[in-house]
Nanobody, 126 residues
Framework: VQLQASGGGLVQAGGSLRLSCAAS????????IGWFRQAPGKAREGVAV????????DVKNSLEGRFTISSDNAKNTVYLQMNNLNAEDTALYFC????????????????????WGQGTLVTVSS
């Protein structure tokens, strides 16, 4: 299983980025994807999660209204649309995959995930 995260970069505060997580090698049709981020000196935190099976999704409360997660099942790709970015959003963003069916609350725990991508760096300049 491979997860390829892309779309990161340098953006000014107030700008937008769309991250992509392309999954390959997952034989199950039913799996979930989570986006996590880790800023320097801070713990990894969940950003958004989505179930590929039924499309149910959730975004971290403090990011709702700015971040949106979506899935293109035909392309095995999950997107994270990030708008109105600020310096606090600067971090290395990871996507992770969990084969199987999970309730959304379980997808906020990093240990739920079996596979992790390499991360894509988002830097927001003020």
């Amino acid at each position: 299983v491979q997860l390829q995260a892309s779309g990161g970069g340098l953006v000014q505060a107030g700008g937008s980025l769309r991250l992509s997580c392309a999954a390959s090698g997952i034989t199950k049709d039913d799996y979930a994807i989570g986006w996590f981020r880790q800023a320097p000196g801070k713990a990894r935190e969940g950003v958004a999660v989505i179930s590929r099976r039924d499309g149910s999704a959730d975004v971290k409360n403090s990011l709702e209204g700015r971040f949106t997660i979506s899935s293109d099942n035909a392309k095995n790709t999950v997107y994270l649309q990030m708008n109105n970015l600020n310096a606090e959003d600067t971090a290395l963003y990871f996507c992770a995959a969990a084969p199987g069916t999970y309730i959304l609350s379980a997808l906020w725990t990093t240990t739920t995930y079996h596979y992790w991508g390499q991360g894509t760096l988002v830097t927001v300049s003020s």
